[in-house]
């Protein structure tokens, strides 16, 4: 697939305008742009995705600690990847919606997925997209401000910032992501609302993601976890 396709060339360079961080130094969850949220009302649950992970060798390992602390490690037992949350981890889904069930219990992840194939693999054609979204961790913290999404294959982390809402919950479609408020605001008298982002507003987080950020560089060590060029 090119990028030849003038309606996708154009979306994705709406999403990289909405998306581009300014520069500057600070925290980098706060220097993302807004995303384009729609709200809507609660629909049936997704279906399934039944696939079955194409990678059987899952060589890393991804460790959350309960103050916010996300370590990976390779199978050497050498640190890949450290960074901190916005706050302490609530609730976990990898790939394409699954549940992490034990938050502080390594995870184990593959070396290869979809998304180093670049923008060229991605089934923006497909009708469910979420085959490419194999090999991702999606966290929510205790902030719900943001939604980080890590990529243990090139340690790669992105932030999505939440459209607002408490006590939220995701759900994966084929088409597009939705947080869900899992009650509505006390006495609010309404339902709980809905927000949705389709799939393909997220292209230049998904090429992000893809990118190995240490490409060429040396990996860390247990005793020297961040070694100088």
Known sequence: MRLANPVLTCILSAATLAWAAPSGPGLPWRATGALPWQMGVPGPPPAPYTTMPTQSFFALAVRLAP????????????????????????????????????????????IRSPLQRGIGGLPVGAADFRGA???LLWIMDDSETVLTVVHPATSQAVYLPLPGGQDLDLAFYPDRLEVQEAHPPAGAGQSPTTWSLHWLALLPQFVQLGKDRDAGKPKGTALLPFPKD
């Open 67 to 110: 103050d916010g602390a996300l370590r990976i490690t390779d199978a050497k037992g050498i640190i890949r990847m450290r960074l901190g949350l916005p706050g302490r981890p609530l609730k976990a889904w990898r790939d394409w919606g699954t549940p992490v069930p034990g938050l502080f219990a390594p995870l184990p992840f593959a």
């Open 133 to 135: 979204l194999e090999g």
